[in-house]
């Protein structure tokens, strides 16, 4: 017996011990990142925050407001008042414009990073939203409601710059291990504009008769503060090094960001890329397209995107408001509700952060979209049988609470982290404005027919993303490889092997070492 006690007092002993150790290295991990999580935040603020908040700060009550605004300062220039379908007309340009900025900032924001890098392209863009933000905030006072048109436009072309820039730097700051928190990071702080959106719009704060001016004008505070704080972290260690030849810049950047360890590890990696890339040039949209050995990974990307947009996301919250009138919800209730549902995919992404690196991306992207799929499939016949059973509305309401918590854990993070690791530095700048096109026009096509489609097939709507979830699913189970913890070299090595029937060979010379070509092999 005593033997058995002593036992087990040594194992509850290095039990103990193990854990303080965990925890003593989590401590000194998070001091030696402190300067990365720091910039992290700033890049945040002005980041990927302004978009979601853009988002969802145009729809009710915002959009009643501005409807009223347009009719009344049109009835004080001309005395007569619009046709509720020239204001619905106009109100459509006002929210569709925000599309065609976007768009035209996703196209240049390439060139941008290219010639000036992620953070001075940031640093101008911040004074680009301060612009539109002064434009949204005078609107009222100067009777002008073109003046709302123009700052949605600058809006919009802001949103396409940095959400290209926000993603893109955070994965070239970060050290493989923490890369992919690092990536999820960007679209927290989206869900979080969302939030904080859904938030200040509601009628105790700013969404008012006599407050929605400020409500549109507040991104310009955040704008502000990036602006000012920016300017103290680093650009980019592989910008600097890659791209402009910077050696000792580059091991200052990571010097400053992951602290006094020893780095030589990411250091070499980088130094292989860089070797890989010395025969070839910054790449344009054009030549990522016609690159032989950049196809599988542009079809991944390509892919990836599609996918994110016909998942349903928009959907659910296009049915979320009719599904709480159907369940009987008071309609006082109901905006808090939905925000109820925003701050569930918030929490989700924060969630999807933390285990991203622990799991890998193909893991969460094939398990998130099953899930989904699940879910929408048993919304689908919740919303069907609504009508003869009071509670499935009750169903229905849990069941769209799953399906935001499936996309936050899952495909939320892990897409954007996996277009950050497949694309080499020479050709990703371009490779994230070709997914910000297909992201910005599958928005505007898919807003201007989704409605139609729900008008003819009303709750059946669903079985189509339940398609398109189930053939995506599979295939990143079957052919997206891991890129958890590897750097580019090895990851397009990976992408080598499935190449469309050719295979990708990085050779060496064996007197040469640093230099690298590309060949293809039947």
């Not at 002005?46 to 009223?68: A, D, E, Q």
Request: net charge positive; proline share 3%.
């Amino acid at each position: 017996m005593k033997f058995g006690r002593s036992t087990q007092n040594e194992e509850e002993d290095e039990e103990t011990e193990a854990k303080m150790k965990g925890a003593v290295q989590g401590l000194k991990s998070e001091i030696q990142y402190r300067r990365l999580f720091q910039m992290m935040l700033v890049l945040g603020i002005g980041g990927t925050l302004l978009p979601g908040f853009h988002l969802s700060v145009v729809n009710y009550p915002s959009s009643m407001h501005i409807k009223r605004f347009i009719n009344k300062t049109w009835l004080e220039r001309y005395g007569s008042p619009l046709h509720q379908e020239t204001i619905t007309l106009l109100w459509s340009l006002i929210v569709s414009i925000y599309c065609v900025g976007g768009l035209l900032g996703c196209l240049c924001s390439g060139y941008l990073f290219v010639k000036y890098g992620k953070k001075k392209s940031l640093l101008c863009n911040n004074m680009l939203i301060m612009v539109a933000a002064l434009h949204m905030g005078f609107s009222k006072t100067a009777k002008s409601f073109e003046m709302i048109l123009i700052g949605r436009f600058l809006y919009g072309i802001s949103a396409g710059i940095c959400l290209n820039a926000h993603s893109q730097y955070l994965g070239e700051i970060s050290p493989k291990k923490l890369r992919g928190f690092a990536n999820t990071n960007a679209l927290v702080f989206l869900t979080l504009g969302k939030v904080l959106g859904q938030i200040m719009g509601l009628r105790e704060f700013l969404g008012t008769e006599s407050l929605w001016p400020l409500l549109l004008a507040v991104c310009g505070i955040a704008a502000f503060v990036q602006l000012v704080s920016l300017p103290f972290f680093p650009e980019s260690p592989p910008y600097l090094l890659i791209q402009k030849e910077d050696t000792e810049g580059c091991l200052k950047a990571m010097k400053q960001l992951w602290g006094d360890g020893d780095h030589k590890a990411e250091f070499d990696d980088m130094m292989k890329e860089k070797a890989a890339m010395k025969s070839i040039k910054t790449m344009s949209v054009l030549e990522v397209m016609k690159e032989p050995a950049l196809r599988w990974q542009l079809c991944i990307m390509i892919l990836l995107t599609m996918s994110i947009q016909l998942c349903g996301l928009n959907a659910i919250y296009f049915y979320t408001f009719e599904v709480f009138r159907t369940a009987r919800l008071d309609e006082d209730l109901i905006p808090y509700i939905a925000l109820g549902v925003g701050i569930c995919e918030f929490f989700s992404n924060i969630l999807c952060s933390s285990i991203i690196d622990r799991f890998g991306r193909r893991m969460l992207l094939w398990g998130g979209y099953g899930l989904m799929a699940v879910m929408l499939a048993f919304l689908v016949t919740a919303l069907s049988l609504q009508n003869q059973f009071s509670w499935m509305a009750c169903c229905s309401i849990i069941l769209i609470f799953l399906f935001i918590i499936s996309y936050g854990i899952g495909p939320s993070g892990a897409v954007m982290s996996v277009m950050m690791e497949i694309f080499n530095q020479s050709a990703r700048s371009s490779a994230f404005v070709i997914a910000g096109i297909i992201s910005w026009m599958g928005l505007t096509v898919i807003g201007m027919i989704f409605p139609f489609i729900v008008e003819a097939l009303g709750p059946f709507c669903f079985l189509i993303f339940v398609g398109v979830l189930v053939i995506s699913g599979i295939f990143f189970y079957l052919f997206l490889p891991e890129t958890k913890g590897k750097s580019i070299m090895e990851i397009t090595e990976e992408f080598s092997t499935i190449h469309f029937g050719k295979k990708l060979l990085l050779t060496a010379g064996k007197n040469s070492p640093m230099e690298h070509t590309f060949c293809t092999k039947l």
